[in-house]
C-alpha cells in the first residue's frame, strides 16, 4: 500500500504565503507522477499543480504565477510553494500521486489540508 502525509495547510492573509509538503511511503516500486488538487464544498475536485519525476509541471491556469511545485525523488516528497494568495484559493488541498507497487499504476490520494486565505 501507499500512504501519503500532507501538512503545511492552515489560515493565512491574502497575499500570504503557505508551503505545503506531501510525503509518500509504503511499499512503492515506481512513482511516475505527483501533484495537489483542491475541492470546494459542492464542487468537483480540481487539479492545481503536478509534476512527473522527471520534473515537467502543469498547472492551473488560476495559479500560473503564484504557485510553484517541486518534487524531491529521494525522499518522494512534492511541494507547492502557494505565494500571493486570494480568497478564491481556500479550499481543502489533496495530494495525489501516480505510483505502482508492482501491480499496475493507479492514483493514491492524501486526507487533505485545509487553506483558508482570509480578505
Given at each position: 500500500?501507499?500512504?501519503?502525509?500532507?501538512?503545511?495547510?492552515?489560515?493565512?492573509?491574502?497575499?500570504?504565503?503557505?508551503?505545503?509538503?506531501?510525503?509518500?511511503?509504503?511499499?512503492?516500486?515506481?512513482?511516475?507522477?505527483?501533484?495537489?488538487?483542491r475541492q470546494t464544498p459542492g464542487n468537483q475536485r480540481?487539479?492545481?499543480?503536478?509534476?512527473?519525476?522527471?520534473?515537467?509541471?502543469?498547472?492551473?491556469?488560476?495559479?500560473?504565477?503564484?504557485?510553484?511545485?517541486?518534487?524531491?525523488?529521494?525522499?518522494?516528497?512534492?511541494?507547492?510553494q502557494m505565494n500571493s494568495l486570494k480568497p478564491d484559493?481556500?479550499?481543502?488541498?489533496?495530494?495525489?500521486?501516480?505510483?505502482?507497487?508492482?501491480?499496475?499504476?493507479?492514483?493514491?490520494?492524501?486526507?487533505?489540508?485545509?487553506?483558508?486565505?482570509?480578505?
Amino acid at each position: 500500500q501507499v500512504q501519503l502525509s500532507e501538512s503545511g495547510g492552515g489560515l493565512v492573509q491574502a497575499g500570504g504565503s503557505l508551503r505545503l509538503s506531501c510525503a509518500a511511503s509504503g511499499s512503492i516500486f515506481m512513482l511516475m507522477k505527483m501533484g495537489w488538487y483542491r475541492q470546494t464544498p459542492g464542487n468537483q475536485r480540481e487539479l492545481v499543480a503536478s509534476i512527473t519525476s522527471g520534473g515537467n509541471t502543469n498547472y492551473a491556469d488560476s495559479v500560473k504565477g503564484r504557485f510553484t511545485i517541486s518534487i524531491d525523488n529521494a525522499k518522494k516528497t512534492v511541494y507547492l510553494q502557494m505565494n500571493s494568495l486570494k480568497p478564491d484559493d481556500t479550499a481543502v488541498y489533496y495530494c495525489n500521486c501516480y505510483a505502482t507497487t508492482g501491480l499496475g499504476y493507479r492514483d493514491y490520494w492524501g486526507q487533505g489540508t485545509q487553506v483558508t486565505v482570509s480578505s
